[in-house]
Nanobody
Framework: QVQLVESGGGLVQPGGSLRLSCAAS????????MGWYRQAPGKQRELVAA???????NYADSVKGRFTISRDNAKNTVYLQMSSLKPEDTVMYYC?????????????WGQGTQVTVSS
């Protein structure tokens, strides 16, 4: 099995910053893509940012220039540095990884971490 542990969410004022972390552990041979998604109530989950094993990144237009995704392969951890946060960034954020396990390639989701941007 593979476990994802997210941390770093919370309450921040508009214009502030937060850093989300997601650590993967368990029966992992290798990790391919890692990413962050977010989902507002009643809406579809949407990609925020993703990073490949080679370090290529992809961002939603709404966060370009404000958010930065990175990964530490030695720690099986992906980060999302969020800056210039806006009230509309207030949603649940979910970590996503695609890994190779003894059972083949699998996709896993974190439990979600709440980000609230409010004064």
């Amino acid at each position: 099995q593979v476990q994802l542990v997210e941390s770093g969410g919370g309450l921040v004022q508009p214009g502030g910053s937060l850093r989300l972390s997601c650590a993967a552990s368990g029966s992992i041979f290798s990790i391919y893509d890692m990413g962050w998604y977010r989902q507002a109530p009643g809406k579809q989950r949407e990609l925020v940012a993703a990073i490949t094993s080679g370090g290529s990144t992809n961002y939603a237009d709404s966060v370009k220039g404000r958010f930065t995704i990175s990964r530490d392969n030695a720690k099986n951890t992906v980060y999302l540095q969020m800056s210039s946060l806006k009230p509309e960034d207030t949603v649940m954020y979910y970590c996503n990884v695609i890994v190779t396990t003894p059972w083949g390639r699998r996709e896993y989701w974190g439990q979600g971490t709440q980000v609230t941007v409010s004064s």
